[in-house]
């Protein structure tokens, strides 16, 4: 089974939905990402959080909220999707500090029409 | 904006060939990371290689930094197909940010 699952892995919504990404990880780390990625630009970070209880804002937050449920989860909700939020989302993990290698999930392509 | 800028941005080669690409960056750096992605598929990380390091090698990849010119570069020898992906480098600074900056991505096309 794989390391990090992210659901769903497509989806098409209206713009104004409310959205909801999840991913989950079974390696056991505290840290955990959520980037988008468009074409030509490589990933953005739009949240992480490096425990339950410390959540912060990357590069590109605005029109993202995220949820750390558990060390295991972690959401990206899209409150009020708009069509420029249509991307590849992908969910990673690292361990620590010092060793900070990330393990991404299978990502989740998003489009808001 | 991405901190990370990788050169070329496309890049085909014969089977067998090697493969060079580079990336610039511009703030110091705690390490710099390599990264694979097949077509639309979720990021692995092939190699890291600190600061306080100038080349390291896993496999078929080299990878070289240089600090004074915030530069590292990924050489794949001896191509295969298997290798056709994106790569992307990623910087981690040592400004007590400790997040990733990817770059851009160099596509990589092995033609066999």
């Known amino acids: 089974d794989a390391d990090v699952t992210q659901t769903p892995r497509n989806r098409i919504t209206k713009t104004g939905k409310r959205i909801m990404l999840e991913c989950s990880q079974t390696k056991g780390h505290d840290r955990m990402y959520w980037y988008r990625q468009d074409p030509g630009l490589g990933l953005r970070l739009i949240y992480y959080s490096f425990d339950v209880k410390d959540i912060n804002k990357g590069e590109i937050s605005d029109g993202y909220s995220v949820s750390r449920q558990a060390q295991a989860k972690f959401s990206l909700s899209l409150e009020s999707a708009i069509p420029n939020q249509t991307a590849l989302y992908f969910c990673a993990t690292s361990r620590d500090r010092f060793t900070d290698t990330q393990y991404f999930g299978p990502g989740t392509r998003l489009t808001v029409l | 904006s991405q901190q990370g800028e990788e050169d070329p941005q496309a890049l085909s080669i014969q089977e067998g060939e090697n493969a060079t690409m580079n990336c610039s960056y511009k703030?110091?750096?705690?390490?710099l990371q390599w990264y694979r992605q097949n077509s639309g598929r979720g990021l692995v990380h092939l190699i890291l290689?600190?600061?306080?390091?100038r080349e390291k090698h896993s496999g078929r990849l080299r990878v070289t930094l240089d600090t004074s010119k915030k530069s590292s570069s990924l050489l794949i020898t001896a191509s295969r197909a298997a290798d056709t992906a994106s790569y992307f480098c990623a910087s981690q600074s040592n400004f007590g940010n400790e997040k990733l900056t990817f770059g851009t991505g160099t596509r990589l096309t092995i033609i066999p």
């Open positions: 290689i600190r600061s306080n390091e």
């Open positions: 703030t110091s750096i705690n390490n």
